[in-house]
């Protein structure tokens, strides 16, 4: 309502998905767009996929090596799950998917992985703060799973069609759920009343007031993770 006068057309505002909100715009000048023809995808080039298997060759991870990746970082603390369960995740899907973990985030985030990767039994491989938007791609490509709090990176594997699971608190799903199939890319949620409250700066307040993505247990991450590690060996 307030920048509506300042527009020649104003379209009416719908509670779906952004990508769906962006296509409407789309619309008034180039018509109907169905919603199954939008398809996000990120091109990933040779030299990054080169660049990721060296560094993970570096760790022990040879070019067929499996791997899954969690991204725990988030632009707000708000949307932030706890250490120890990022741990406990870690631990068991490095079992139950004979696979490595690796960790990314950017550079102001690596004190957070450390913290995680000390609670493990599990080595896992850390490229924290040394990737770029093309290596992330890459890397994210390469795994089974990209496991992490709403965030970019997050719709970048999306992008690339590696399956995801998302943990969302204050921001609505909604809107902002990684783009594709539910089976393949899957959102957690606490079951709070007052959720999503779409609040992403509380400023100075106490995280305790604000638990709403930490009540998200780890026994439905792992569930989550292994459903649609199976629904992308095992397509319908």
């Not at 949307?79 to 985030?105: E, N, Y």
Request: proline content about 7%; charged content about 20%.
């Amino acid at each position: 309502p307030d920048v509506a006068p300042f527009l020649t057309d104003a379209i009416p505002h719908e509670h779906q998905h952004a990508v769906l909100q962006s296509a409407k715009l789309a619309e008034k000048l180039a018509g109907d767009i169905p919603a199954d023809s939008l398809t996000l995808r990120y091109p990933v080039v040779e030299a990054d996929r080169s660049w990721v298997n060296g560094y993970l060759n570096e760790w022990g991870i040879n070019n067929s090596g499996r791997l899954f990746v969690i991204h725990p970082g988030a632009g707000t603390w708000v949307k932030r799950w706890d250490d120890p369960k990022w741990a406990s995740v870690a631990d068991v899907l490095s079992d139950q998917l004979d696979a490595t973990v690796v960790f990314t985030g950017g550079d102001h985030e690596l004190a957070m992985v450390r913290r995680i990767i000390s609670s493990m039994k599990h080595r896992a491989c850390v490229m924290v703060g040394d990737t770029g938007i093309g290596s992330l791609a890459a890397l994210y490509e390469r795994a089974l799973v990209v496991i992490g709090a709403d965030s970019g990176p997050m719709h970048l594997a999306a992008a690339v069609a590696t399956p995801t699971v998302a943990l969302f608190g204050p921001a609505d799903p909604a809107e902002f759920r990684q783009w594709g199939s539910p089976d393949k890319h899957m959102i957690l949620t606490s079951s709070m009343g007052c959720r999503p409250c779409r609040i992403l700066d509380w400023h100075s307040d106490d995280p305790a007031n604000h638990p709403c993505v930490r009540e998200i247990t780890v026994g439905s991450v792992l569930e989550a993770a292994r459903r649609v590690v199976d629904a992308e060996r095992n397509p319908l």
